[in-house]
């Protein structure tokens, strides 16, 4: 019994720890941002990764449909927002445990490259979102030729 204990007590701390992560990643946000968070708004989870021709963007958004989602754009940051709404259960139920979030979400995304924000697309299957911005092509450091002509 106390082996069963000790494991769950764990997982337990385990939860709490993944929960301390991802508020203190939304309040280093709120403060990047400059804007403080919105009581009553979660924030969904993503990853992001950059790829030689894209940045993609992975938000997990179980439970939420497409026409419940708000994505806009802009050349230096994307904002996701929306609702979940809670699905009434049939029958008579109990909840024992509830860890889902429900209501008003809110995600901002800094991007740190030069994106074609007509060419992004996003799809949402199995309740991921998933986001494809195409880069710009860099022109820092681009080598230009310049032609010098001889005055007389």
Known sequence: MIVRTIGLKRIEAERLRDRLGRMLAALQEALA????????????????????????????????RAEEIELTLTNTEL???????????????????SERSYGRFSRMITLHWPVRVRGATAALKDGLLTVRLPKLAERRGAEFKVEVKEQG
């Open 79 to 97: 904002r996701l927002a929306g609702q979940k709404k809670r699905r009434a259960l049939r029958g008579s139920v109990t909840h024992l445990c």
């Open 33 to 64: 941002d400059g804007a403080a968070a919105t009581p009553g708004v979660w924030s969904p989870t993503f990853d992001l990764a950059e790829g030689a021709e894209a940045v993609h963007i992975a938000i997990e958004l179980p439970g939420v």
